[in-house]
């Protein structure tokens, strides 16, 4: 299958907070601020990434079919199950038993799983072919090498 697959099981999230600093403000991206703007808080990524925690899981993607939307190979992704996939969404999806994340795109009563980059084709189901929702992608982690 020419798509972004994922290559392992969903990791279920733990109800553990994780506290982090952050600093007040923004970060800018031009001309540095003054260094008086600097002040820290805490933060839990939990809260910013987790909206229901019983049906959030994370998987690790890999390809680059979903580039454009900003999900490349080695991203990790949370996926809610709880939240009702509607056309636009990110979503993981089963074709035929195999793992895919995909933009979902529904008109008219039909539905296809959409690749983020032209030299990858969507996924249209065909009669007989099993295509089911399985989650909605809410975050994409990165890591950048260091």
């Known amino acids: 299958m020419n798509s972004i697959r994922i290559m392992s099981e969903p990791v279920a999230l733990s109800a ?33 990434l987790i909206q229901h925690p019983q049906s959030t899981y994370f998987w690790r993607a890999r ?24 056309h636009g969404h990110i979503v993981v999806a089963t074709v035929d038993g195999e793992f895919t994340v995909k933009q979902l795109h529904q008109r008219l009563g039909r539905m296809r799983l959409k690749a983020a980059n032209p030299t990858f084709p969507d996924i249209i189901p065909k009669d007989g ?6 989650g909605v992608v809410t975050s994409s982690i990165k890591r950048f090498v260091v």
């Open 129 to 134: 072919q099993t295509v089911e929702v399985w």
């Open 63 to 86: 390809g680059i079919s979903m580039r454009e939307k900003g999900i490349d190979d080695g991203d990790l992704l949370v996926v809610d199950r709880a939240v009702r996939p509607v």
């Open 16 to 48: 553990a907070s994780l506290m982090l600093p952050i600093a007040a403000g923004y970060i800018r991206a031009g001309f540095p601020s003054p260094a008086e703007d600097f002040e820290v808080n805490r933060l839990d990524l939990t809260q910013i």
